[in-house]
DNA sequence: TAAAACTGTTCCGCTCTGCTGAACGTCGTT
DNA sequence: AACGACGTTCAGCAGAGCGGAACAGTTTTA
């Protein structure tokens, strides 16, 4: 995912390179300092003093030669996934329907132009994936994130493409403004959206939209499996009615919180 | 919680800003540019060029008037929540005995010299409380905390007390170093600890340690409920051994991971 | 056994940058 | 219309962050 965001001039150098490494500790899971000199370019001691800042505040810790992620930052996701109302309108219906299709089930929502994952329940037959609660995906390439593009300004859309691309992850994933534009209409008509391989091989998703009263986007709901395997039940249960179901009690969740 | 963790000379101020204006923004639940110059004792302008590189870097969002921690920050909780192996080693011991005892039961571990709770699974009967995954707890406090400590090197329990100090939450928190080390040297005999009132009052808890083969502590399990609920649990279903139960299983999940 | 090749850590000086206080533009209120 | 609150911008000085080189360990190599 890119790291970077957008120019926006005065930044704080010392900060973003705190940052940096930040990121670059959770990359490796965990490195020395000769190694994060490589993964970051900056210099040995720069690296050094940022990692005893970063351990006297109580963000990393020192295991002998090597440095990590401490828990410390553990409240803080925790803290933003309880501060989103979607994670706690999200709970029990997402539970519900992966239990009922059996296949992972997903709430997902956007910030900066991109798609976090914020709540995941996994059914009795889920695949093992890179997908997890914390996720960041393109909106152009997953079912949910082309639900939640379908519900914003046009406008909105295009900055989004300006920023952040259309790049492609397989041959399925959409990469032409036009086409995508187009798929975005019709979601608008269907109400859900699909996804065929357009993210990860092999790999299908439903998904819907979780709007609010005047028309704005909370979110999205989405079912991900084998393409194989989604299609069938999309045949038998009416998965569409079923994803629809969900994404509407959600909605409803969101009106008392 | 104590914000500063160590002196340790030489840090990169900054970023320690930086850190305390993301804090700042937790404890606040979003905040405005003024409001943090409050909180943090910063100038306005210093605020602000922070909050700049901090939104160019996708960890806070601005939202009209006021900053939020991002959702780009849940993607670290997650990681070092999934990278701390007690966290999945525990899942399912602590569902199990949370069912069957009906109250809330969690998994914690320590760094630092505090505990953090990385792992909660709420009783059919559970409480409300602050207690949540990602919360920092001092050691001396809580059932689990004090778990911990009996089984550390006793310098290193001095080296906690001397950082952190044996703060009083409620008249029943051990205060006294001596009192304390008493209560560590009972634990290691019982195999359990016990807290009641020490942090919350009328909250009790019984809390067991996690110990890997050579005596090190991974972390601790703790059963927490109202004070006469839990005195009763305690008799009726003979707690002890339940809890120690799902510590020994927790231990041998560790094993192999 | 010695030395070479790694680590992480420290030191020091230069230059650049982060910090501040004040001024600006823009809302909503009085 | 004047006021006060907010977020934002500006400019200049002092201090602090940065990097290169030297230090102190530990493991690997000859």
Known sequence: MGTTGEGEGNRIEAVVKALDILEALWQAEGAGVTELTERTGLAKSTVHAHLTTLRSKGYVVQDGDEYRLSLRLLSFGEHVKHAEPLYAASDA????????????????????????????????????????????????????????????????????????????????TITDREVLFDELATIRDEGVTYNRGEYLPGISAI???????????????????????????????????????????????????
Request: glycine share 10%.
């Open 93 to 172: 219906p997402i539970a519900d329907l992966s239990e009922r299709v059996g296949e992972r089930v997903f709430c997902s929502t956007h910030q900066n132009g991109l798609g976090t994952v914020i709540n995941v329940s996994e059914g009795t037959r889920s695949f093992t994936s890179d997908i997890d609660v914390g996720t960041h995906t393109y909106l152009h390439s997953s079912a949910g994130g082309k639900a939640m593009l379908a519900h914003l300004p046009e406008e909105r859309v295009d900055e989004i493409i300006d920023q952040w691309g259309l790049p492609a992850f397989t041959d399925e």
């Open 207 to 257: 998904g819907a939209p979780i709007l609010g009263n005047d028309g704005t986007v909370f979110g999205a709901v989405t079912v991900a499996g084998p393409h194989h395997r989604l299609e069938n039940e999309w045949e038998e249960h009416d998965l569409r009615t079923q994803l629809l179901s969900t994404a509407n009690t959600i909605e409803v969740n969101m009106m008392f919180s």
